[in-house]
């Protein structure tokens, strides 16, 4: 198997299930319109019981009046209402909740407040099923939040920024591509958990993409998703009046700017009439910006703001990611930690009401552990989106197993206490907080066209857990996980047991290995891939991801009393707790204290010996996991097992080459002896450079803690 059905397998049920052949045999869909998401429920309900039943199935059209009992039928609230049902049952549905109704002896019912919930129910239905789980007498479900969307980082020569799975399935040579099936593909992935947008090119975008030809090609890949429920927006460029149009300046107060916009916009809508309007990353890592021309963020923002206003519902995603990335570090109290509050300070009531800002989840940067966003509990009439990563980017890449939904929890259920009230991060991104109606869930996603759209084929629970997270982001990451294996994997309780227990266990491993309490991925930032350990890089640089170790101590202090004042920016409860070192819980120590390597943690560890004690205690579980996957030899497909087999002993090696790098290089930097006599000394090993090799030559190794003898 290639992994390019992901979950949607539809593996066969086994032989004791016969007798629900004989239940399902007809699908009717209320509606004979083929590109209606409903007519795709009907269609994907047909293909996905024929596959799981071994039978066939057919598909119909018309009205649930004369439905028997072997039906499904599948439509929206209007089409059940119109065909005489009674349906008190279903007004407490939201906007794209659906309700499953599988009750014996009557046809099963699925109902969805509008098109796409039809869909998102009937994917549900194929999932209980598939599972082999109760189906429900009777199940509304609700998603938590209207905009649940994902970012792709596509470039227009196909290139993929942070993408780990070959070249876009959207773009190449400067053009969107002619084969678009790959784009259907996903679509069907996406809309089977409930993801419902996707921003089709980089955040660091190209004013090219908004050439004629290439409006043509938006066109394509919106009428491609549609059916699926899949709308498309875009990110812009910010100086694309300058580059593309010819004009002098790209200022957003100018007169001729605004009207660019504006007729650019109206050309956008001509192609894609559901647009879901523009994702801006402005003054950040050296793009243009409305600072560029003196005007303030929100100036920016209503530009494109009310270039959309008269095309509909199309939203400016402003995203909060301004920054400086020239920092110098002798300034070390001009924190990067801070740049978001910093920037939209004051500007909550200025912005347009379809303007949203999207804030990723921690202040700095997708790290192992980061504490929430300030920004979030800033602001109150401004809805927001928040922006995770299904991409691994400082988490291994794919190449390194990390099941995020345990990361994203820890977010999720953050109480930011705004205003002294509960402020579950949540319950914020929802808009129930602060009475918004739109706001929601962003993830940049980034798969390619490699068969395992992510590279791995694990890395694929991480896309299915997010959108299901942003369904509910109250359900249990291990049920998620259990059920995305036994879809993708199958039900054996082996199959289910090992992978749920490596991805329970990938999150902290990785954290173990990488980098702890707080202190961020202790990852390669100089060279900007962020990838294997280079602790030395994490200091020194202008991007602002600072260590502050020296020879005796360790961290940033973001207190108000002594440090860059981050703490500060959190409302009271929480900035108090954050203030002081025996309130803060250990796992954020580093991210907000400065303290001697000698300091006790509330384990009683120094932070030295807990660095090279987790270190160890990682590497070690990843050398678990592949001794793990041999379990499933034989119970699945040898080509989905051979290929994770690969990357899991991959793992298992470069969590030494972790392991060994960060311990060498903090003991060469503070002179504190691991106190079980591990760090530093590896008396054990034969060393390369001991040996008599032919053809080989020994060299020095740069960063030196990478060899253990530095070569
Ligand atoms: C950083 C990435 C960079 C992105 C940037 C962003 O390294 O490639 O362009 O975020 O989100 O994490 O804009």
Redo the contacts with the bound molecule.
């Keep these: 198997e290639t992994g390019l059905d992901g979950w949607l397998r539809y593996a066969a049920l086994p032989d004791e299930f016969a007798n629900l052949r004989s239940r399902y045999s007809t699908i009717i869909s209320l509606t004979g319109n083929q590109s209606s998401p409903v007519f795709t429920a009907a269609r994907e309900l047909q293909v996905g019981l024929s596959k799981i039943l071994g039978q066939s199935v057919n598909l119909e059209t018309k009205l649930p009046g004369i439905a028997d009992v072997s039906s499904i039928v599948v439509g929206t609230v209007k089409t059940f209402l119109s065909a005489g049902r009674d349906t008190p049952d279903i007004l407490s549905l939201k906007e794209d909740g659906y309700c499953l109704i599988c009750k014996d002896g009557k046809a099963t019912e699925i109902i969805g407040q509008n098109e796409q919930g039809a869909l998102y129910g009937a994917f549900e239905f194929l999932r209980l099923l598939s599972r082999n789980q109760p189906l429900p007498n009777m199940h509304i479900s609700n998603p938590s939040a209207p905009i649940r969307w994902v970012n792709q980082w596509d470039n227009l020569d196909g290139t993929i920024?942070?993408g780990y799975a070959g070249p876009s399935i959207f773009f190449a040579d400067g053009y969107v591509l002619e084969d678009l099936t790959r784009v259907q593909q996903y679509a069907r992935l996406l809309a089977s958990v409930g993801l419902n947008g996707l921003i089709v090119n980089n955040?660091?975008s190209n004013y090219n993409l908004l050439n004629p030809i290439n409006m043509q090609g938006l066109a394509r890949i919106a009428d491609i998703m549609r059916p699926w429920g899949v709308r498309i927006g875009i990110s812009l460029y910010f100086d694309t009046p300058k580059g593309l149009g010819g004009l002098r300046t790209s200022d957003p107060l100018d007169p001729d700017v605004i009207a660019w916009w504006g007729s650019i916009t109206s050309e956008l809508y001509r192609h894609v009439p559901d647009m879901l309007g523009y994702l801006i990353?402005a003054n950040?890592?050296g793009q243009p910006g409305p600072l560029t021309y003196g005007r303030t963020l929100a100036d920016g923002a209503n530009m494109f703001a009310r270039a959309l206003q008269p095309h509909g519902d199309g939203i400016v995603m402003y995203r909060a990611?301004v920054y400086n990335h020239h920092l110098d570090e002798s300034d070390w109290k001009n924190d990067r930690a801070n740049a978001a509050v910093e920037y939209f300070d004051g500007l909550d009531t200025q912005f347009e009401d379809n303007v949203i800002i999207q804030i990723k989840y921690g202040p700095i940067?997708?790290q192992i552990r980061e504490p929430p966003s300030p920004l979030l509990a800033h602001l109150r009439k401004t809805p927001i989106i928040l922006e995770l990563q299904v991409t691994q980017?400082y988490l291994g890449q794919q190449d390194h197993v990390v099941y995020l939904p345990p990361l994203w929890k820890t977010i999720f259920n953050f109480d930011l206490h705004v205003d002294g009230q509960q402020s579950l991060v949540r319950d914020i991104v929802s808009g129930q907080r602060f009475n918004w109606s739109r706001s929601g869930y962003a993830a940049v996603v980034n798969v390619g066209n490699d068969p395992t759209w992510l590279g791995s084929h694990l890395a694929m629970a991480n896309l299915y857990a997010y959108g299901l997270c942003t369904w509910d982001p109250q359900q249990s990451e291990i049920d998620i996980i259990q059920g995305w294996t036994q879809l993708t994997f199958g039900l054996h309780k082996t199959i289910v047991d090992t992978i749920t227990s490596i991805s329970m266990a990938s999150w902290p491993t990785y954290e173990d290995y990488s980098g702890n309490l707080g202190i961020q991925t202790l990852c390669d930032i100089v060279t900007?891939c962020?990838y294997g350990p280079c602790p030395a890089s994490q200091d020194g640089n202008g991007w602002g991801q600072w260590t502050r170790a020296n020879a005796h101590s360790i961290g940033m202090d973001r207190t108000v009393a002594t440090g860059t004042g981050n703490s500060g920016q959190y409302p009271q409860v929480v900035a108090e707790r954050f203030e002081r070192i025996d309130t803060t819980p250990d796992e954020l120590l580093l991210w907000f204290h400065h303290v001697p390597y000698t300091h006790r943690l509330k384990s009683g560890k120094t932070v030295i010996q807990h660095f090279y004690d987790s270190h160890y205690a990682g590497a070690l579980v990843a050398q678990t996991f592949p001794q793990q996957w041999e379990a499933l030899r034989g119970l699945i497909d040898n080509d989905r097992f051979d290929h994770v087999a690969f990357r899991l002993r991959y793992q298992a090696g470069h969590a030494l080459v972790w392991r060994d790098s960060i311990n060498n290089f903090y003991y060469a930097k503070c002179g504190i002896k691991d106190e079980h006599n591990r760090v530093g000394n590896h008396a054990w090993r034969i060393e390369a450079e001991d040996m008599t090799l032919e053809g080989y030559a020994v060299v020095p190794v740069t960063p030196f803690e990478a060899a253990s003898g530095g070569k």
């Design positions: 920024e942070r955040v660091n990353k950040s890592e990611f940067d997708f980017e900007h962020h």
